[in-house]
Protein backbone atom coordinates (compact mmCIF):
# COMPACT_ATOMS: atom_id res chain seq x y z
CA UNK A 1 0.00 0.00 0.00
CA UNK A 2 1.11 3.64 -0.65
CA UNK A 3 1.98 5.75 2.59
CA UNK A 4 1.84 8.90 0.15
CA UNK A 5 1.22 10.00 -3.13
CA UNK A 6 1.08 12.96 -5.19
CA UNK A 7 -0.51 13.45 -8.47
CA UNK A 8 0.60 16.79 -10.52
CA UNK A 9 1.67 18.19 -7.16
CA UNK A 10 2.28 22.10 -8.33
CA UNK A 11 3.64 24.76 -6.35
CA UNK A 12 4.11 28.46 -7.37
CA UNK A 13 5.77 30.76 -5.03
CA UNK A 14 4.99 34.95 -5.81
CA UNK A 15 7.82 37.07 -4.72
CA UNK A 16 7.90 40.13 -5.70
CA UNK A 17 4.74 39.96 -8.35
CA UNK A 18 6.75 37.24 -9.89
CA UNK A 19 5.57 33.96 -10.51
CA UNK A 20 8.39 31.01 -9.17
CA UNK A 21 6.90 27.50 -10.45
CA UNK A 22 8.90 24.99 -8.06
CA UNK A 23 7.14 22.41 -8.34
CA UNK A 24 5.73 21.31 -11.79
CA UNK A 25 3.60 18.44 -12.26
CA UNK A 26 5.22 16.27 -9.57
CA UNK A 27 3.68 12.33 -9.37
CA UNK A 28 4.95 10.03 -7.03
CA UNK A 29 4.01 6.79 -4.95
CA UNK A 30 5.94 6.34 -1.86
CA UNK A 31 5.15 2.71 -0.57
CA UNK A 32 5.14 1.46 3.08
CA UNK A 33 8.59 0.76 4.32
CA UNK A 34 10.17 2.15 1.64
CA UNK A 35 13.30 4.73 2.08
CA UNK A 36 13.34 7.30 -0.05
CA UNK A 37 16.19 9.48 -0.92
CA UNK A 38 15.47 12.96 -2.68
CA UNK A 39 18.74 13.94 -4.53
CA UNK A 40 18.90 17.04 -7.12
CA UNK A 41 20.54 20.71 -7.66
CA UNK A 42 20.52 23.17 -4.90
CA UNK A 43 16.91 25.29 -5.43
CA UNK A 44 15.62 22.33 -7.56
CA UNK A 45 12.57 21.89 -5.10
CA UNK A 46 13.62 19.62 -2.83
CA UNK A 47 13.02 21.08 0.09
CA UNK A 48 9.52 22.41 -1.13
CA UNK A 49 8.81 18.65 -2.24
CA UNK A 50 9.15 17.73 1.70
CA UNK A 51 7.31 20.57 3.23
CA UNK A 52 4.26 20.29 0.38
CA UNK A 53 4.37 16.25 0.73
CA UNK A 54 3.89 16.66 4.54
CA UNK A 55 1.19 19.56 4.91
CA UNK A 56 3.46 21.98 6.28
CA UNK A 57 2.95 24.41 3.61
CA UNK A 58 0.32 24.76 0.93
CA UNK A 59 0.24 23.41 -2.49
CA UNK A 60 -0.70 25.60 -5.60
CA UNK A 61 -2.17 22.51 -7.95
CA UNK A 62 -2.75 18.44 -7.95
CA UNK A 63 -3.02 16.54 -4.90
CA UNK A 64 -1.03 14.76 -1.98
CA UNK A 65 -2.48 11.77 -0.39
CA UNK A 66 -1.45 10.41 3.13
CA UNK A 67 -2.32 6.82 3.62
CA UNK A 68 -5.20 7.90 0.87
CA UNK A 69 -6.35 11.11 2.29
CA UNK A 70 -6.27 13.65 0.50
CA UNK A 71 -4.25 16.81 2.99
CA UNK A 72 -5.70 19.50 0.81
CA UNK A 73 -9.14 18.78 1.95
CA UNK A 74 -8.63 18.60 5.80
CA UNK A 75 -8.39 21.72 7.97
CA UNK A 76 -5.73 23.06 9.74
CA UNK A 77 -6.30 21.51 12.76
CA UNK A 78 -6.67 17.84 11.45
CA UNK A 79 -3.38 18.33 9.78
CA UNK A 80 -1.52 19.61 12.77
CA UNK A 81 -2.97 16.55 14.69
CA UNK A 82 -1.82 14.22 11.35
CA UNK A 83 1.63 16.05 11.70
CA UNK A 84 1.76 15.24 14.93
CA UNK A 85 0.41 11.99 15.39
CA UNK A 86 1.68 9.82 12.21
CA UNK A 87 4.77 12.23 10.94
CA UNK A 88 8.06 12.93 12.61
CA UNK A 89 10.22 15.51 10.96
CA UNK A 90 14.05 16.10 11.19
CA UNK A 91 14.87 19.27 9.94
CA UNK A 92 18.50 20.99 9.12
CA UNK A 93 17.60 23.91 10.98
CA UNK A 94 17.00 22.22 14.06
CA UNK A 95 13.63 23.60 15.81
CA UNK A 96 14.58 23.38 19.45
CA UNK A 97 12.95 24.66 22.00
CA UNK A 98 16.58 27.15 23.99
CA UNK A 99 14.60 27.49 27.31
CA UNK A 100 14.08 23.76 27.55
CA UNK A 101 16.69 20.35 28.15
CA UNK A 102 17.11 18.22 25.61
CA UNK A 103 14.99 15.79 27.28
CA UNK A 104 12.14 18.20 27.41
CA UNK A 105 12.44 18.99 23.99
CA UNK A 106 12.44 15.53 22.95
CA UNK A 107 9.14 14.46 24.37
CA UNK A 108 7.35 17.92 23.72
CA UNK A 109 5.47 16.04 20.77
CA UNK A 110 4.38 12.83 23.22
CA UNK A 111 3.39 16.06 25.96
CA UNK A 112 1.31 17.60 22.93
CA UNK A 113 -0.38 14.78 21.36
CA UNK A 114 -4.02 13.53 22.56
CA UNK A 115 -3.49 9.97 21.25
CA UNK A 116 -0.85 9.28 23.28
CA UNK A 117 -2.70 9.06 26.80
CA UNK A 118 0.45 7.55 28.72
CA UNK A 119 1.90 8.85 32.05
CA UNK A 120 4.69 11.30 32.18
CA UNK A 121 6.63 9.06 34.03
CA UNK A 122 6.31 5.91 30.71
CA UNK A 123 6.60 8.82 28.25
CA UNK A 124 10.08 10.04 30.02
CA UNK A 125 11.31 6.21 30.20
CA UNK A 126 10.42 6.03 26.28
CA UNK A 127 13.17 8.79 25.73
CA UNK A 128 15.28 7.81 27.50
CA UNK A 129 15.26 4.64 25.71
CA UNK A 130 15.41 6.28 22.49
CA UNK A 131 18.42 8.38 23.76
CA UNK A 132 20.51 5.45 24.90
CA UNK A 133 19.76 3.80 21.36
CA UNK A 134 21.27 6.76 19.64
CA UNK A 135 23.76 7.23 22.10
CA UNK A 136 23.20 10.55 24.06
CA UNK A 137 21.64 9.25 26.92
CA UNK A 138 24.46 11.35 28.82
CA UNK A 139 22.54 14.80 27.56
CA UNK A 140 19.14 14.69 28.94
CA UNK A 141 19.52 17.66 31.21
CA UNK A 142 21.96 19.79 29.25
CA UNK A 143 20.60 22.86 27.81
CA UNK A 144 20.15 22.66 24.04
CA UNK A 145 23.10 25.26 23.95
CA UNK A 146 25.40 22.93 25.63
CA UNK A 147 25.79 19.84 22.63
CA UNK A 148 27.25 19.51 19.75
CA UNK A 149 25.39 19.62 16.28
CA UNK A 150 25.96 15.89 16.02
CA UNK A 151 24.26 15.27 19.74
CA UNK A 152 21.56 17.73 18.35
CA UNK A 153 20.78 16.06 15.32
CA UNK A 154 20.38 12.86 17.18
CA UNK A 155 18.48 14.38 19.46
CA UNK A 156 16.03 15.51 16.51
CA UNK A 157 15.88 11.79 16.03
CA UNK A 158 14.69 10.73 18.91
CA UNK A 159 12.20 13.89 19.26
CA UNK A 160 10.86 13.14 15.13
CA UNK A 161 10.40 9.15 16.76
CA UNK A 162 8.34 9.92 19.89
CA UNK A 163 4.78 8.98 18.55
CA UNK A 164 5.69 6.44 16.63
CA UNK A 165 5.02 7.85 13.19
CA UNK A 166 4.30 6.42 10.08
CA UNK A 167 6.17 7.88 8.11
CA UNK A 168 9.27 10.42 9.06
CA UNK A 169 10.25 13.13 6.47
CA UNK A 170 13.84 14.46 6.76
CA UNK A 171 15.72 17.57 4.95
CA UNK A 172 19.04 17.04 4.79
CA UNK A 173 19.65 15.09 8.46
CA UNK A 174 22.99 15.05 8.11
CA UNK A 175 24.16 17.97 6.21
CA UNK A 176 26.01 19.28 9.20
CA UNK A 177 27.58 16.63 10.18
CA UNK A 178 31.00 15.16 9.96
CA UNK A 179 31.35 11.50 8.34
CA UNK A 180 31.31 9.68 11.31
CA UNK A 181 28.49 11.24 12.94
CA UNK A 182 26.48 11.47 9.45
CA UNK A 183 26.94 7.05 9.73
CA UNK A 184 26.13 7.03 13.12
CA UNK A 185 23.00 9.14 12.44
CA UNK A 186 22.12 7.35 9.38
CA UNK A 187 22.53 3.88 11.00
CA UNK A 188 19.70 4.82 13.42
CA UNK A 189 17.34 5.79 10.43
CA UNK A 190 18.34 2.64 8.25
CA UNK A 191 17.41 0.94 11.52
CA UNK A 192 14.24 2.38 12.10
CA UNK A 193 13.03 1.82 8.49
CA UNK A 194 13.97 -2.25 8.97
CA UNK A 195 11.55 -1.74 11.76
CA UNK A 196 8.98 -0.61 9.51
CA UNK A 197 8.82 3.43 9.76
CA UNK A 198 8.65 4.58 6.36
CA UNK A 199 11.13 7.71 5.61
CA UNK A 200 11.92 10.27 3.02
CA UNK A 201 15.05 12.42 2.86
CA UNK A 202 16.54 14.95 1.33
CA UNK A 203 20.37 14.63 1.03
CA UNK A 204 23.44 16.43 -1.22
CA UNK A 205 25.31 12.67 0.22
CA UNK A 206 26.06 9.98 -2.13
CA UNK A 207 26.69 7.37 0.90
CA UNK A 208 23.06 8.86 2.47
CA UNK A 209 21.15 8.31 -0.37
CA UNK A 210 22.81 4.76 -0.97
CA UNK A 211 21.75 3.58 2.04
CA UNK A 212 17.72 4.19 0.68
CA UNK A 213 15.79 1.83 -0.73
CA UNK A 214 14.96 4.24 -3.83
CA UNK A 215 16.41 7.51 -4.98
CA UNK A 216 13.99 10.50 -7.05
CA UNK A 217 16.74 12.97 -9.32
CA UNK A 218 15.26 16.09 -9.21
CA UNK A 219 15.83 18.98 -11.93
CA UNK A 220 14.05 22.18 -12.05
CA UNK A 221 10.84 20.85 -9.71
CA UNK A 222 10.74 18.04 -12.11
CA UNK A 223 11.48 14.08 -11.22
CA UNK A 224 13.88 13.53 -14.01
CA UNK A 225 15.05 9.69 -13.03
CA UNK A 226 14.04 7.46 -10.64
CA UNK A 227 16.58 4.86 -9.04
CA UNK A 228 15.83 1.44 -7.30
CA UNK A 229 18.21 -0.21 -4.77
CA UNK A 230 17.50 -3.40 -2.44
CA UNK A 231 17.13 -2.87 0.57
CA UNK A 232 20.59 -2.59 1.88
CA UNK A 233 22.06 -5.72 3.65
CA UNK A 234 24.85 -4.80 5.70
CA UNK A 235 28.33 -2.47 4.96
CA UNK A 236 29.88 -5.22 2.38
CA UNK A 237 27.16 -4.55 -0.47
CA UNK A 238 27.91 -0.50 0.25
CA UNK A 239 30.68 0.47 -2.07
CA UNK A 240 29.03 -1.43 -5.03
CA UNK A 241 25.27 0.18 -4.19
CA UNK A 242 27.78 3.74 -4.01
CA UNK A 243 29.39 3.43 -6.97
CA UNK A 244 25.96 2.06 -9.55
CA UNK A 245 24.33 5.05 -7.97
CA UNK A 246 27.19 7.80 -8.28
CA UNK A 247 27.65 6.37 -11.85
CA UNK A 248 23.89 6.71 -12.49
CA UNK A 249 23.77 10.10 -10.82
CA UNK A 250 26.40 11.36 -13.48
CA UNK A 251 24.33 10.10 -16.15
CA UNK A 252 22.19 12.86 -15.21
CA UNK A 253 24.50 15.72 -14.86
CA UNK A 254 24.90 15.20 -10.85
N1 LIG B 1 9.08 30.33 1.17
C1 LIG B 1 9.48 30.62 -0.07
N2 LIG B 1 9.07 31.73 -0.69
C2 LIG B 1 9.44 31.99 -1.94
N3 LIG B 1 10.27 31.24 -2.68
C3 LIG B 1 10.74 30.13 -2.12
C4 LIG B 1 10.37 29.74 -0.78
N4 LIG B 1 10.98 28.57 -0.48
C5 LIG B 1 11.69 28.24 -1.57
N5 LIG B 1 11.56 29.15 -2.56
C6 LIG B 1 12.18 29.08 -3.90
O1 LIG B 1 11.88 27.81 -4.44
C7 LIG B 1 12.98 27.30 -5.15
C8 LIG B 1 13.35 25.92 -4.64
O2 LIG B 1 13.78 26.02 -3.31
P1 LIG B 1 14.03 24.75 -2.41
O3 LIG B 1 12.86 23.86 -2.42
O4 LIG B 1 14.49 25.24 -1.10
O5 LIG B 1 15.25 24.03 -3.16
P2 LIG B 1 16.26 22.89 -2.69
O6 LIG B 1 15.79 22.39 -1.38
O7 LIG B 1 16.20 21.87 -3.78
O8 LIG B 1 17.60 23.52 -2.64
C9 LIG B 1 14.11 28.31 -5.03
O9 LIG B 1 14.09 29.09 -6.20
C10 LIG B 1 13.68 29.13 -3.83
O10 LIG B 1 14.15 30.44 -3.95
MG1 LIG C 1 16.68 22.41 0.53
Not at 50 to 59: E, Q
Not at 150 to 171: T, V, Y
Request: aromatic residues 4%.
Amino acid sequence: MNILETKDLCKTYIVNKRQNNVLKNVSLAVGEGEMVAVMGPSGSGKSTLLYAVSGMDGITAGKVLFCGKNIAEMSQKELAVLRLDEMGFIFQQMYMLKNLTVLDNIILPAAQSKKNKEPRRETVQRCRELMRKLGISDIADNDINEVSGGQLQRACICRSMMNRPKMIFADEPTGALNRTSSDEVMEELAKLNSEGTTIMLVTHDVKVAAKCTRVLYIVDGNIKGEYNLNKCEGFSQMRERERSLNNWLLELGW
